[in-house]
């Protein structure tokens, strides 16, 4: 997904929340999320054959209680404008400083040319 498809959606959702939606709306955000979804179907087993991929050792995850409790409490303590917020990354040169902090933006990119 593309970072204009992403910073879209945000300001689409955040333009939307709280306001009853139209069949324009839902139809825009039905579209977006499947092409969403049939980008992440096209590339997963892509990894799984790659042999660069292959040659990374596997990965033994450890879980730590007393941080996933601390995660799961601040998750909780966010509203769904603020979550979407803070996973969406767009290009430095897509967004403005105010808009960062009008849409709670978690991280901007910088550097990598969009």
Request: charged content about 20%; proline content about 5%.
């Amino acid at each position: 997904m593309s970072i204009a498809v992403a910073r879209g959606l945000t300001f689409h959702l955040a333009n939307t929340y709280g306001r009853d939606p139209t069949a324009q709306t839902t139809t825009t955000r039905t579209s977006t999320l499947l092409a969403c979804l049939l980008a992440l179907a096209t590339t997963a087993g892509a990894a799984e054959t790659d042999p660069i991929v292959q040659a990374w050792p596997a990965r033994q995850p450890q879980r730590d209680a007393a941080l996933e409790a601390r995660v799961e409490a601040t998750l909780k303590t966010l509203t769904l404008r603020q979550k979407v917020g803070q996973i969406t990354q767009p290009e430095i040169r897509a967004i403005t400083p105010d808009e960062v902090r009008d849409y709670g933006i978690g991280t901007v990119l910088n550097g990598g040319g969009g």
